[in-house]
């Protein structure tokens, strides 16, 4: 099990860059596949990007592709959401989610995860 706290959120402009922060705690965080999702005002949750444990292979949604960014250094216990030419759109709670070695699903799904930090607030304005 992990624990996950988000942080980096906030208010920006149309353009402007973001990077997010997921800090996880337990000793085990190297062997878990994390991913990033979001949830805007009335939708539903939906995925945004997500870096494999192993291979360190990244997946991301269509949406972002190309202006986020997913890296996560084990050293820290940390896993970060770098995202630039912000939209509108893109003004969600974006949440930090962790997927155990043993567990199984597609990577886009949320619950493929197992454990889910409280999320943080990034609001694009126009």
């Known amino acids: 099990q992990v624990q996950l706290v988000e942080s980096g959120g906030g208010l920006v402009q149309t353009g402007d860059s973001l990077r997010l922060s997921c800090a996880a705690s337990?000793?085990?965080?190297?062997?878990?596949?994390m991913g990033w999702f979001r949830q805007a005002p009335g939708k539903e949750r939906e995925f945004v990007a997500r870096?494999?444990?192993?291979?360190?292979?990244?997946y991301y949604a269509d949406s972002v592709k190309g202006r986020f960014t997913i890296s996560r250094d084990n050293a820290k216990n940390t896993v970060y959401l770098q995202m630039n030419s912000l939209k509108p759109e893109d003004t969600a709670v974006y949440f930090c989610?962790?997927?155990?070695?043993?567990?199984?699903?597609?990577?886009?799904?949320?619950?493929?995860?197992?454990?889910w930090g409280p999320g943080t607030q990034v609001t694009v304005s126009s």
């Open positions: 337990g000793r085990t965080f190297s062997t878990y596949a």
């Open positions: 870096t494999n444990w192993g291979s360190g292979r990244t």
């Open positions: 989610a962790a997927q155990n070695p043993y567990s199984s699903g597609h990577y886009s799904e949320m619950n493929t995860y197992n454990n």
